[in-house]
C-alpha cells in the first residue's frame, strides 16, 4: 500500500470532517451532540494516521522527504490541533478552520500525486531527521493555527462590533507553543547539519529563512508583552508572520538563491 489509496484514505477522512462539522453546527438540545462530533473527527484524524503509519512502513522510512509527504503531516496535524484546542476554549468556529485548511492540502496532494522513491540520500539517513521535521511541522500547524486566529480578529475588528479580547489570548497560547516547537526544530537542524556537513549554521538561504521566521515570532511575543492593550497591531504581525513562514517551509524553492541550497533534494 503506497501513495496509489491515498485518495481512499482522504476521502475517507473528509467525509468524516464534514460529517463532524454538521454535527457540530446541527441545532439539538442532546447533551452528547459535541461528543459525537469529537468521535467523528477524532477517526478521521485517525484514518489519516493510519494511513502516515503504513506509508511509513512500505516507503521502509519516515515519510518526511518530499514536499508532499510534509503537507501530508500538516494535514494531520492542523485537525489535532484544531480538535484539542476545541476541547479546551470551545471555539467551533477554529476547528471548522482548521479542518477546511487540512482538506485543503489533502487535494493539494490529490492534485500534485507524490512520487514513489523509497531511498533517502545519506544527509538524510540522520537520527536527528526524524525530530527535526516532525517538530517543524507541528510547530508550522501551530502557527496556522495562529494565523486563522489572527485573520478572523482582523475580520472582527475591522468589520463587526463583538471583537473580544480573548481571541487575542488564544493566539498567544498558539504562538507560545508552536514557537517552542519551533526552536526545539532549529537547535536539532544544527544538530543534525553539523553531523551532516561539519558546521552547525551556514546561512543557507533555507535556514535564513528559518531564522526569519523564528525572529518575527519572537517580535509578536515582544510586542503583546509590552503592548497589552494593542489589537490591530498584533493581529497584523501575526498574519505576516505567517506569510515568511510559508515562504521558509516551502516559498524558498521558488527563488534562485535555493538552487545552491543543501536543503533541496
Not at 460529517?19 to 453546527?25: A, H, K, R
Not at 553539523?194 to 546561512?203: I, L, Q, R
Not at 526569519?212 to 508583552?225: A, E, F, Q, S
Not at 489589537?231 to 510559508?246: D, R
Amino acid at each position: 500500500m503506497n501513495w496509489v489509496n491515498f485518495p481512499i484514505f482522504a476521502l475517507i477522512s473528509v467525509i468524516l470532517w464534514i460529517i463532524g462539522v454538521i454535527v457540530y453546527y446541527y441545532p439539538s438540545k442532546y447533551v452528547f451532540k459535541d461528543k459525537l462530533a469529537n468521535i467523528i473527527i477524532s477517526l478521521g484524524i485517525g484514518v489519516l494516521g493510519i494511513f502516515i503509519v503504513i506509508l511509513w512502513i512500505n516507503l521502509d522510512r519516515p515519510p518526511l522527504r518530499t514536499l508532499g509527504e510534509t503537507r501530508l503531516w500538516y494535514s494531520f496535524f492542523l485537525p489535532l490541533v484544531g480538535l484539542l484546542t476545541y476541547l479546551r476554549w470551545k471555539y467551533k468556529w477554529f476547528i471548522s478552520y482548521s479542518l477546511g485548511l487540512s482538506i485543503l492540502f489533502l487535494i493539494l496532494n490529490y492534485i500534485h500525486p507524490e512520487n514513489y522513491s523509497k531511498t533517502l540520500m545519506p544527509a538524510l539517513q540522520s537520527p536527528w531527521f526524524i525530530p527535526h521535521v516532525i517538530v517543524y511541522i507541528f510547530s508550522y500547524a501551530l502557527l496556522a493555527a495562529s494565523a486563522i486566529v489572527a485573520v478572523y480578529g482582523l475580520y472582527l475588528f475591522h468589520f463587526k462590533t463583538n471583537f473580544k479580547i480573548n481571541i487575542l489570548n488564544l493566539s498567544d497560547n498558539m504562538v507560545y507553543l508552536g514557537f517552542g516547537f519551533l526552536t526545539l526544530g532549529l537547535l536539532f537542524g544544527a544538530l543534525w547539519a553539523k553531523e551532516a556537513w561539519g558546521h552547525y549554521w551556514t546561512w543557507d538561504p533555507k535556514e535564513t529563512w528559518a531564522f526569519l521566521t523564528w525572529m518575527v515570532y519572537l517580535i509578536y511575543i515582544h510586542y503583546r508583552k509590552y503592548h497589552i492593550k494593542k489589537i490591530n497591531g498584533p493581529l497584523w504581525t501575526l498574519a505576516l508572520a505567517f506569510v515568511v513562514l510559508l515562504i521558509a517551509w516551502f516559498g524558498i524553492n521558488y527563488l534562485p538563491s535555493a538552487q545552491s541550497s543543501v536543503h533541496t533534494y
